[in-house]
């Protein structure tokens, strides 16, 4: 039997759209870690030379049901379209920075979505939670001053 993986991650090529404008390649880590099962998260590539990236993380399910209808409140919304007549997948985010429109292809998606099921299949999510020690996280954090 082959072991489940404990982090599944892969690159993409997303598009940036641009109100008035050609969209513009973004390069985009997403990343999924046993460790954090209920969430994904996603590196956009600023293109600087020091390699900075801008991270957001989000629920796995919001993505995975983005896939097939509009899902999303507040910053974070997904829903599937076609560009160019490729599917898609967009990805709409907002911060009190800016907000940003991203398309994300389909077929990669659904890839990237399918191995985090194999690492931890839908209703599982909670078998790899240590409930105790984040509850001691919350309990014992030393407060913010």
């Given at each position: 039997m082959t072991p489940r993986?404990?982090?599944v991650s892969t690159e993409l090529q997303l598009r940036l759209v641009v109100p008035g404008a050609a969209s513009l390649p973004v390069r985009?880590?997403?990343c999924y870690d046993v460790a954090d099962p209920y969430a994904v998260q996603v590196a956009f590539h600023t293109g600087g030379a020091d390699g900075e990236?801008?991270?957001w993380t989000f629920a796995r399910q919001l993505l995975t049901d983005g896939v097939t209808g509009p899902v999303?409140?507040?910053?974070?919304?997904?829903?599937?379209?076609?560009s160019a007549g490729s599917p898609v997948v967009c990805l709409s985010l907002?911060?009190?920075?800016?907000k940003?429109?991203?398309e994300v292809p389909l077929p990669e998606l659904?890839?990237?979505?399918?191995q985090t099921y194999v690492a931890i299949p839908t209703g599982s999510e909670s078998d790899h939670v240590d409930v105790d020690a984040e509850l001691a996280l919350l309990l014992w954090a030393e407060?913010?001053?």
């Open positions: 993986p404990t982090c985009a880590g997403l990236s801008v991270e999303g409140e507040g910053d974070v919304q997904v829903w599937p379209s076609a907002s911060s009190p920075s800016g940003a429109l991203f659904v890839d990237f979505l399918g407060p913010e001053l």
